[in-house]
């Protein structure tokens, strides 16, 4: 996404946890706690990924969008598929988009990355750069998938 900026990837936090579960220092049952509406949200706006659920390794990973910001009103907190963030991203300002992966085989479910969406990166500029660079080599392989499929929804 264009004006994607201030991305937070939180693949470390999850390699910790899973380090934790391995060492049996939490339980399945501590991480697998999926709601019934961050379930709902998955199932009814989820982003279907490739995937594996690093839990009970049968079902793929579900990525569902959050989105928060001033200016979404009462729409702040929902789920919104990743089609619809594009056309937001031209409407709004600036709104905060927070990532989950769920699997609805488990209820695992973990951050994976949160970031700025808006038209104020259009306009911006000046700062865009250096951010970009930083995170850049870490996140181009977790965004790839979902960009590739974001065209593919265009078609
Ligand atoms: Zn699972």
Redesign the pocket.
């Known amino acids: 996404m264009r004006t994607q900026r201030q991305v937070v990837d939180y693949s470390l936090q999850k390699r910790a946890v899973l380090r934790e579960l391995l060492a049996g220092r939490v339980g399945t049952y501590d991480v697998?706690d999926a709601s019934p509406y961050l379930k709902n949200a998955a199932r009814f706006h989820g982003e279907p990924t490739d995937e594996r659920?690093?839990?009970?390794?049968?079902?793929n990973?579900i990525h569902v969008h959050y989105i928060y910001g001033d200016e979404l009103k009462q729409s702040a907190g929902q789920a919104r598929t990743l089609a619809e963030l594009p056309v937001l991203a031209m409407t709004l300002r600036e709104f905060q988009v927070f990532v989950v992966e769920v699997?609805?085989?488990?209820?695992?479910n973990h951050l994976v990355e949160q970031f700025l969406l808006g038209r104020d990166g259009l306009t911006g500029g000046g700062e865009g750069g250096p951010d970009q660079d930083a995170v850049g080599g870490g996140n181009a392989a977790a965004t790839a998938p979902a960009t590739r499929r974001r065209r593919e929804a265009q078609r």
């Open positions: 697998c659920c690093p839990i009970c390794r049968s079902e990973l699997c609805l085989g488990c209820d695992w």
